[in-house]
C-alpha cells in the first residue's frame, strides 16, 4: 500500500522509507521509526461512529473476528490478504462504581478496559498482530524478541498458530511469572533463559537480530504500535465515541502509552474526535525511569529535541550505581525503556502525566479490581493505583471520567495473589518484603479446617450467616 511508509521521529531527520523495509530504526540517525499515512488518499469514514465495522474483510476471514482489523482503516498498512490474527482484541470496557470508590471518583466515572481476555491473556496480542502482518509482508521466517514474558507468549502462541514462523525469545533468567514462561514453552518457541534482567535481555536480542537477520518484535518495531492503536478505539466505541477525562496505564518500555498517544492525536488531528483525553503513564517505584526524567530532570518531547544527553547521564547514573529495576510487578520492571521519546510526544500532546507508585499500592489495587471479578496481573493495577494517587493529590477531580486499562490476565502470575490472599503477614514479608509490600489489607484468607463435618458447617456459618442483632 502506497499510502503507508515509515518516517523517522526526529524532526531534524525526518528520514522516510518504504513499508516493505525492516528497520530497528532510523538508518540515518538510529531514532525510532512511525508509521505515516497519506490520510487525504485513503477511504475513511466521516463519522467517528462509523468506524470499527466489519466491512473490510473477506467473509469468513478471522479478520472478521478480530478486534484490530475491526480498525483496519485506521491502520491500512497492509492489504487484506496480509493480515494476520488468531482472535485478538474481543475486550471489554466495564464500568465500576465498586472500583471507582475505591479510587475516590463518583459513581459513573469509571470504568476497566480489560486486555486479559486476548488468546495469550495479555494486550501485547493487538500489537503482535500488527507486527505478524508486517512480518508476512516481508516474508520473515524467524521472529525475535526480549520479555518480561507477555510479549514472548504473544510471540510464541502467533508463530505457533502461523505455522511457518520460528520465534525465538529472550527472557531475564529467574525475570519472568510461570504463567508467561509456561506459555512461551508450550507454544513451542526457542526460549533462551539469559543471565541477567530485561534490559540486558534487550541490549542481547537486538544484537542478534542483526547479525542472524531475524525479524524483531519488541515494540521498538513501529508496527506492533500499531496494532495497539486498537485498544483506545475499542475504550472509545465502548463509551459511544464520548472522549473521557484520563486514559491511564502501566509504563514499562512504553509502547503501549506511545501508541495511545498516537492512536488519539491522529483521531483528533483527522477530526474524529472533538478532543483527547489526558494520558496517564504509571510507573512502578522500582523502575521509574520515565518519571524522574519527566518529574524530577525535566525531560520534554520539546518538539522532537529532546535533550539526548540528560537520558544519557540518567542511564550512566544508573550503571554507576548499578541500579536495577526492581519491581514485582514484573511486566514494567523495565529501566531503559525503548519507546521513551514516542511516549514523551504522547504526554506532550495529550497533556499527559507520569507518577510512581509502590507495589504496596499495586497489590491492593490489584485486590479491588478482582472483586468485581476481574483478575488482573500486578503490573496492570498499576493503572489503577495511580488514579487513586492522583485522585488524592487532586489532579484528577471527582466527578472525572478515568478509564484505567488492565493489561493482562490474573493467571500470569498466581504467585502474586496467593501470596497476597493467602499467606501470613510474615510470609508475604519473606516473599514480598524486598519489593515494600508488608500488609494485605483487602485479603481474602483462605480458611483452615479438619476433614470434619461439624467444623465444616461451623466455617461455613459463621461466614454465610448474618451476624447477631441483624
Ligand atoms: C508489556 C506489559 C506492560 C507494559 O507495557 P509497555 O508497552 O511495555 O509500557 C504492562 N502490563 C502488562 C501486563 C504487560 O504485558
Ligand atoms: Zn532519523
Known sequence: MSHAYQKCINPAC?????????????????????????????????????????????????????????????????????????GEGHTQLRPSDRVGSYAGLKPGGLWLQYEGLN????????GMAGAFTHASLVGAKVAACASTGNTSASLAAFAAASGAMRAVIFIGDGKVAYGKLSQALDYGALTLLVKG??????????????????????????????????????????????????????????????????????????????????????????????SRLVNKHGLVW??????????????????????????????????????????LRALERTQGLVLEVSDQEILDAKAQVAREGIGCEPASAASLAGTRVLRERGVIAPSDRVVCILT?????????????????LAELAEDYGSFGVSTAPFANRPVRVANSLGEIIDAVRRDVRPPVGK
Not at 530504526?25 to 488518499?41: A, F, S, T
Not at 488468546?119 to 493487538?126: A, I, M, T, V, Y
Not at 540518567?314 to 523495565?334: K, M, V
Not at 498466581?414 to 501470596?419: D, R, S
Open 14 to 86: 525526518q528520514g522516510e522509507f518504504d513499508i516493505g523495509e525492516t528497520l530497528p530504526g532510523c538508518p540515518r540517525c538510529g531514532n525510532l521509526l512511525d508509521i505515516q499515512y497519506n490520510w487525504d488518499k485513503l477511504p475513511l469514514p466521516s463519522r467517528a461512529r462509523d468506524l470499527g465495522r466489519v466491512t473490510s474483510w473477506p467473509a469468513g476471514g478471522m479478520g472478521q473476528v478480530s478486534g484490530v482489523w475491526r480498525f483496519g482503516d485506521l491502520i491500512p498498512f497492509a492489504p487484506l490478504e496480509n493480515r494476520v490474527s488468531i
Open 119 to 126: 488468546p495469550s491473556g495479555s494486550f501485547k496480542d493487538n
Open 197 to 290: 534482567d530485561f534490559d540486558d535481555a534487550m541490549a542481547r536480542v537486538r544484537e542478534v537480530c542483526q547479525e542472524e537477520n531475524i525479524y524483531l518484535v519488541n515494540s521498538v518495531n513501529p508496527f506492533r504500535l500499531e496494532g495497539q492503536k486498537t485498544i483506545v478505539y475499542r475504550v472509545l466505541e465502548g463509551l459511544s465515541w464520548e472522549v473521557p477525562d484520563w486514559l491511564v496505564c502501566p509504563g514499562g518500555n512504553l509502547g503501549n502509552s506511545s501508541a495511545f498517544g498516537k492512536a488519539l492525536y491522529e483521531l483528533y488531528d483527522l477530526g474524529l474526535i472533538p478532543r483527547m483525553p489526558r494520558l496517564v503513564v504509571v510507573n512502578s517505584a522500582g523502575a521509574p525511569t520515565l
Open 302 to 343: 520539546n518538539g522532537g529535541t529532546v535533550d539526548d544527553k540528560l537520558i544519557d547521564s540518567y542511564y550512566a547514573g544508573l550503571d554507576a550505581r548499578g541500579e536495577r529495576a526492581h519491581t514485582l510487578a514484573s511486566a514494567i520492571e523495565i529501566n531503559r525503556p525503548v519507546n521513551l521519546k514516542k511516549c
Open 408 to 424: 493482562g490476565h490474573q493467571l500470569k502470575d498466581p504467585h502474586a495473589t496467593v501470596a497476597y490472599h493467602g499467606k501470613s
